[in-house]
C-alpha cells in the first residue's frame, strides 16, 4: 500500500488549500481514511475522517465549519478542502488509510499513512 500526498504550501491567514492523498495497490473504497497533523513539538492529531462509505465524518473542534474532507473512490483518493485557514493551521499534514471500513478518531486505527505534506499559514 502507498499513499501519496499532495497540495501543501505557504498561503497568508484567511486563504484556503486543497490537500489530496492518491492511495496505490488497495481496495480503498473498503476502508475509512483520514487526516492527521503534527506541529514542531505538538502531538500528531486527528483533523478529519471519513468512512469508507462518505456517511460518517468527524472533524478535530478546532477545524469544524473551516475544513472539509471528502472522497472519490473511483479515483482512489481523499481530499482536505482547507478555508479560512490560520496560523495555527500550520504543521505537516498526513494522510491515514484505516484499517477497516469505519471512522476512528484513534490513530492506531490506521494502518498505512501517507509521507506527509507541509502547509504554513503566515499571519
Known amino acids: 500500500v502507498q499513499l501519496q500526498a499532495s497540495g501543501g504550501g505557504l498561503v497568508q491567514a484567511g486563504g484556503s488549500l486543497r490537500l489530496s492523498c492518491a492511495a496505490y495497490?488497495?481496495?480503498?473504497?473498503?476502508?475509512?481514511t483520514g487526516w492527521f497533523r503534527q506541529a514542531p513539538g505538538k502531538e500528531r492529531e486527528l483533523v478529519a475522517a471519513i468512512d469508507w462509505r462518505e456517511i460518517d465524518r468527524r472533524y478535530a473542534d478546532s477545524v469544524k465549519g473551516r475544513f472539509t474532507i471528502s472522497r472519490d473512490n473511483a479515483k482512489n483518493t481523499v481530499y482536505l478542502q482547507m478555508n479560512s485557514l490560520k496560523p495555527e493551521d500550520t504543521a505537516v499534514y498526513y494522510c491515514?488509510?484505516?484499517?477497516?471500513?469505519?471512522?476512528?478518531?484513534?490513530?492506531?486505527?490506521?494502518?498505512?499513512w501517507g509521507q506527509g505534506t507541509q502547509v504554513t499559514v503566515s499571519s
Open positions: 491515514a488509510l484505516g484499517r477497516r471500513g469505519f471512522v476512528s478518531t484513534r490513530s492506531d486505527d490506521y494502518g498505512s
Open positions: 495497490g488497495v481496495t480503498f473504497s473498503n476502508f475509512a
